[in-house]
C-alpha cells in the first residue's frame, strides 16, 4: 500500500508540474531524478510493515512543594477564591513550570484586581520565576498586597520569606520581628514566624548564615 500511494503522488506531482507549471524538459528531467532517488532511498530504508510504536513523553520529575505552598494555608487561608487559583499555579511549580504559575496568577488579578492574596502570590511565583531573586516586579506585587491590607500579616510575612530565599536574611528578620511587635499574643499564625526566626537564629550559631 505504501509503494501504491508513493507511485500516486509522483504521478500527481508530474500531472501538475506539466500542466500548469512552466518548467522546461530539462527541469522535469530533475524533478523524475529527485524523486527516483526518494523512491530507492524508500525501498533501501522503508519499513512499511512494522508495528506503529508511538513514544511517550518523557516524565518530569514533580519538584516538592515551595515553601510559600508549605504555609500559605495557616497564613492566607484554604477556602477561599485566591486559594482556588494558588493552587492550581503550586500544581504548575511543582512541575518546574514558573512561567505558566505566574501566568495563572496573572489571569485571576484581572478578575480579582483587588485581591491582596492573589498579590501576594504573584508576587511569590515572580520570585521564584527569577530563580529565587527579588525582583522589581516580584517587589511592587508584594508592596501592592500590602496597601490593599494593611493590618494584615500576610503580604509582609510573605516578603520576608521572599527576601530569606534571596539570601537577604538581615531583611527579612526585620520585617518577622516587626510583624511580631504588633501582633495579638495569641494569633494562630504567631508560632511560625517564631520557628523561621529561631531557626534563623540557630544557622547563624552555626555559621551558616551571615
Known sequence: ?????????????????????RFDKAALQFLGAALLIALAGYA???????????????????????????????MLGEFDVAAHWLTIADSYHRRGDT????????????????????WVGLGNALVLHADGMMTPAAELAFQH???????HPGPKFFYGLALAQGGKFD??????RNILATAPPGVSWRPMIEERLMMLDQARAMGMVP
Open 44 to 74: 533501501w530504508q522503508g519499513r512499511p510493515g512494522l508495528e506503529g510504536k508511538p513514544v511517550p513523553p518523557p516524565v518530569r520529575e514533580k519538584l516538592p512543594d515551595t515553601a510559600f505552598a508549605e504555609v500559605r494555608g495557616d
Open 145 to 151: 498586597a500590602a496597601a490593599i491590607a494593611p493590618d
Open 99 to 118: 512561567l505558566n504559575a505566574a501566568g495563572v496568577i496573572g489571569s485571576a488579578l484581572r478578575e480579582h484586581p483587588n485581591n491582596a492574596d492573589l
Open 171 to 176: 531583611e527579612a528578620e526585620a520585617i518577622w
Open 1 to 21: 500500500m505504501g509503494w501504491v500511494l508513493i507511485v500516486l503522488m509522483a504521478a500527481l506531482v508530474f500531472v501538475a508540474l506539466w500542466r500548469f507549471g
